[in-house]
């Protein structure tokens, strides 16, 4: 079974700076994408930023220029740098990915738990 494990969330205040991580473990034959998304209380998860096995990457346009992603993918994980914070980014994150796993017909999603991102002064 695949699983992601995320870190780095926490608070911090407006204009600052945190850096989350997400770690896929398990038999993976293939990732094909990884991502962030978020989740405000009251809101609907949204796409912040993604990355393909290929390199691509795309963003919210909330956060373009503020956040980078980058992605690991021999060694199976990957960072959302996240600077000049503000308390509008103020959410659970998840991690997601698109994998392969060893044996499986077909390719699955896979989320983590997620971790909270507290902006406020």
């Known amino acids: 079974q695949v699983q992601l494990a995320e870190s780095g969330g926490g608070l911090t205040q407006p204009g600052g700076s945190l850096t989350l991580s997400c770690a896929a473990s398990?038999?993976?034959?293939?990732?094909?994408?990884m991502a962030w998304y978020r989740q405000a209380p009251g809101s609907q998860r949204e796409l912040v930023a993604s990355?393909?096995?290929?390199?691509?990457?795309d963003y919210l346009d909330a956060v373009r220029g503020r956040f980078t992603i980058s992605a690991y993918n021999h060694e199976n994980r990957m960072n959302l740098q996240m600077n000049i914070l503000k308390p509008e980014d103020t959410a659970v994150y998840y991690c997601?990915?698109?994998?392969?796993?060893?044996?499986?017909?077909?390719?699955?999603?896979?989320w983590g738990e997620g971790t909270l991102v507290t902006v406020s002064a």
């Open positions: 990355v393909t096995i290929s390199g691509e990457t």
């Open positions: 997601y990915a698109r994998a392969r796993e060893f044996a499986a017909q077909t390719d699955q999603d896979y």
């Open positions: 398990g038999m993976i034959t293939k990732l094909y994408a």
